[in-house]
C-alpha cells in the first residue's frame, strides 16, 4: 500500500533561515504533489502544486522540488517568518485520483 | 462568500450515541471528502463521493456512514460501532475538472466521547 512520510515530526529554525521539509513515498507513483498548510484546529489551506514534469515551482518565499527517481519532494521557505509556524503536509496525488492521501505533517516553529 | 461549512465546530457524545456532523458547500463542486485527524497520525480517509447518491469507503470507514442527497451537502454519521471516535474531523471537496485538484477544507469538528 502507498505510504507516505514527512521527516521531522517537528522542525524549530531562527527567524529569516530556510526551512527544509521532506515529504517522502513509497508504493506510488504520483502524477503530481501538492502541499498544504493547517493552523492549529483550522482546516488544512492549499498552497502549490508540482507537477512530475517539473523539476521546481516557486511562489513568493515558497519552494517546491519534486524528484520522482527519488520520490521525494522538498518544501522549502526562504526568510521564514513567525507567521509561517505552522504543520505542514505533503499530498502526491495520480491522475484522475480520487482516494486522496496525506502525510503526516511536519509541524514548523519559527523562533523570533 | 464561497466555502464549506462544517458544525457543529465542538460536540460531546456519550458512549453508545449516534452523532452526524454537517458539512455544506457552495462552491459547486462535484466530489466532497470526511477525513479524521488523530494527533501524528496525519489525515485519514473516511468516505468521498463524486457524485449524488454515491460514495465509496476510504481507509477507516468501519463504524461510520454517510450521505450525499444532494450535491452540496455530505453528512457523516459517527455510529454507536465507532470504537474511537473521538478526533478532529474534517470536510473537504473539489472539482473533478480544472484547477489543480486541490482540495478545499471546512474548518473541522472536534467530537469528544465522554
Known amino acids: 500500500s502507498q505510504k507516505i512520510e514527512q521527516n521531522s515530526e517537528a522542525l524549530n529554525i531562527q527567524e529569516g533561515k530556510t526551512a527544509t521539509l521532506t515529504c517522502n513515498y513509497t508504493n506510488y507513483s504520483p502524477a503530481y504533489l501538492q502541499w498544504y498548510r493547517q493552523d492549529p484546529g483550522r482546516g488544512p489551506v492549499f498552497l502549490l502544486l508540482i507537477r512530475e514534469n517539473e523539476k521546481e515551482k516557486r511562489k513568493e518565499r515558497l519552494k517546491v522540488t519534486f524528484d520522482t527517481t527519488l520520490k521525494q519532494s522538498l518544501f522549502h521557505i526562504t526568510a521564514s517568518q513567525p507567521a509561517d509556524s505552522a504543520t505542514y503536509l505533503c499530498a502526491p496525488r495520480g491522475t484522475g485520483a480520487n482516494n486522496l492521501f496525506f502525510g503526516t505533517g511536519t509541524r514548523l516553529t519559527v523562533i523570533p | 462568500d464561497g466555502g464549506i461549512t462544517q458544525s457543529p465546530k465542538y460536540l460531546f457524545r456519550k458512549e453508545g450515541q449516534n452523532v452526524t456532523l454537517s458539512c455544506e458547500q457552495n462552491?459547486?463542486?462535484?466530489?466532497m471528502y470526511w477525513y479524521r485527524q488523530d494527533p501524528g497520525q496525519g489525515l485519514r480517509l473516511i468516505y468521498y463521493s463524486q457524485i449524488v447518491n454515491d460514495f465509496q469507503k476510504g481507509d477507516i470507514a468501519e463504524g461510520y456512514s454517510v450521505s450525499r442527497e444532494k450535491k452540496e451537502s455530505f453528512p457523516l454519521t459517527v455510529t454507536s460501532a465507532q470504537k474511537n471516535p473521538t478526533a478532529f474531523y474534517l470536510c473537504?471537496?473539489?472539482?473533478?475538472?480544472?484547477?489543480?485538484?486541490?482540495?478545499?477544507f471546512g474548518e473541522g469538528s472536534r467530537l469528544t466521547v465522554l
Open positions: 462552491l459547486n463542486h462535484d466530489a
Open positions: 473537504a471537496s473539489r472539482p473533478l475538472a480544472g484547477g489543480d485538484g486541490e482540495l478545499f
